[in-house]
Nanobody, 120 residues
Framework: QVYLAESGGGLVQAGGSLRLSCAAS????????MHWHRQAPGKQRELVAA???????NYVDSVKGRFTISRDNAKNTVYLQMNSLKPEDTAVYYC??????????????WGQGTQVTVSS
């Protein structure tokens, strides 16, 4: 089994910064892509940022220029640096990975979520 442990959420004022971390552990062979999603109360979960095995990144328009996704392959960890936070960024943030086994079988996993609250 593969497990994801998220950390770094908290309460900040508008304009502040937070850094989220998501570490994968367990029966890991290869991680092909890592995503950050978020879900606010009453709203659908949305993809915020993604990074592939070749380090290609993608962001939802609302966070471009403010958020940065990165990965440390040696630690099986993905990060989300969030700067210039806005109240509308308030949500539960979820890590998501897509990986594969030595035989080529693909798997995916969701983290437990970490709360980010931005006050005005």
């Amino acid at each position: 089994q593969v497990y994801l442990a998220e950390s770094g959420g908290g309460l900040v004022q508008a304009g502040g910064s937070l850094r989220l971390s998501c570490a994968a552990s367990g029966n890991i062979f290869k991680i092909n892509a890592m995503h950050w999603h978020r879900q606010a109360p009453g709203k659908q979960r949305e993809l915020v940022a993604a990074i592939t095995s070749d380090s290609t990144t993608n962001y939802v328009d609302s966070v471009k220029g403010r958020f940065t996704i990165s990965r440390d392959n040696a630690k099986n960890t993905v990060y989300l640096q969030m700067n210039s936070l806005k109240p509308e960024d308030t949500a539960v943030y979820y890590c998501y990975i897509m990986g594969s086994t030595p035989s080529g079988w693909e798997y995916d996993r969701w983290g437990q979520g970490t709360q980010v609250t931005v006050s005005s």
